[in-house]
Structure formats: C-alpha cells, structure tokens
C-alpha cells in the first residue's frame, strides 16, 4: 500500500514487479548520466574561452553523435524485452481466479474445485474500525496462496474496468466479453491493495481491491469453509 509522500514505487512482491522496479532505476541512471554529460558539454562549449568552430563540421563528430544514440538505445532495449517477454509469460497455475468487473464492484469466482464466487464492495468510511484505510477497505477480500502460481482472469459485465495491484506488477483491463488472462507468483504473505485504474465511471474510485495471500493450507481451509457456506446456502 501506497503511504503518504512516497516517492518510489510499492515493495514489489513478485518476480514480475521487482524486474519491472529494476528497469526503472536502471533507465533513471543512464538517463541521468546523459542529462549531466549535455550540460557539462554545453557548459564547455559557451563558457570556454576557445569556440569550437571546427566541432560544428566535423564529420568524426557527425558520426558519433549519430552511434552513440544508436547504442544507448539497443542497450536500453535489451531489459526491456526481457520484461515484454516475462509479462507475456503465462505459468501452469495451480489456482484460477476469474475477476469480473461491475458498477462498482468487483465479483471474484473460484472454479478449480467447484464453483464459487462471491462479491466484494467497499466499506463505507463511516463503518470503518480503527486503523483501516478509506477507499481501501472492503467487507470481502480476494484470497490467494503464496508461492504458487495463480492466474487471473478478468472480464466485465458492463464497462471496461481494470484489475489492479502495484505490489504483483499486475494492471489487467476488464473488457466486457472478452477474457484477458495473466499469471502471478507471489513471494510472501501478506495483505496488498490495488483499486480499479480505469475510469469506469461516477463511482470509479469507489472498487478497491484487497488481496490476502497466505498459506497453501490456509488457503485451502478458506476455500472449504466457503464452499460449505455456499452448498448449506
């Protein structure tokens, strides 16, 4: 979860969001480095007592500035396509997910073992307790077991919504008929939050997303005391 004045991103806790964080650090380096090596070179060339007035049609220089562009860009590419290729990459999972997206509600169905789904709306902050977040918290969470794969379907049943958490590196658009699908890892246990990142409309800031990842054999005891809630239902 996002705090207030943070600058960076959220803790990653999947492969995906700590490869997607990495990039990002390394981009803002060589970047960096390329702003102050311009400025140094401006610098030089205004403030010197000597004009280089050879520089300006050299045809060494031509072909520098030419390369040296050229480089930094295959060099930049390469994690990209790494990255490109890991997002893509969908595992065998061992548990499915299937998100489906309303005005303004998320609908999380389980269906490896039996068919089970269930609703989740947020709570209004008038019946928060202490120490929940506003806008974050809601009455049912999405539950998921920790170094497994998972995969995430989503799908809406009237607008097009989005399927988000900054901690997995997962943003999924929720279109209505069509199924898009991603797969995710996640390293630890713990709570994360996420939240609808397309504006879907008056309500949009209104569909949290909150995720408990546990263990495998929590996760199953959960998912047994639901379907027993569902079958006595």
Request: aromatic share 16%; glycine share 6%; proline share 4%.
């Amino acid at each position: 979860m996002s705090y207030w004045c943070q600058m960076y991103f959220q803790n990653g806790v999947t492969f995906t969001s700590m490869r997607v964080q990495w990039a990002f650090g390394m981009y803002c380096v060589v970047l960096m480095l390329i702003f102050v090596f311009v400025m140094l070179s401006v610098l030089l060339c205004c403030s010197g007592s000597h004009q280089f007035i050879y520089m300006l049609t050299d045809h060494n220089l031509e072909r520098i500035w030419g390369t040296v562009p050229l480089l930094i860009l295959v060099f930049l590419s390469w994690p990209s396509m790494g990255l490109l290729y890991v997002l893509s990459e969908l595992e065998t999972p061992l548990v499915t997910v299937k998100c489906i997206g309303h005005q303004w509600y998320w609908e999380y169905e389980y269906t490896d073992f039996a068919v089970v789904s269930y609703n989740s709306y947020m709570v209004p902050e008038d019946e928060l307790k202490l120490g929940e977040p506003r806008l974050l918290t809601v009455d049912k969470s999405m539950v998921l077991p920790f170094s497994v794969w998972c995969r995430i379907l989503t799908t809406s049943f009237d607008v097009v919504h989005s399927w988000t958490v900054p901690a997995f590196g997962v943003k999924s658009d929720a279109v209505p008929g069509r199924l898009s699908e991603s797969s995710v890892k996640v390293e630890m246990p713990g709570v994360f939050w996420g939240q609808c990142s397309e504006i879907c409309g008056a309500l949009h800031s209104f569909m949290p997303i909150r995720v408990e990842v546990v263990s495998a054999e929590l996760f199953s005891k959960w998912l047994w005391i639901l379907q027993s809630s569902v079958w006595e239902g």
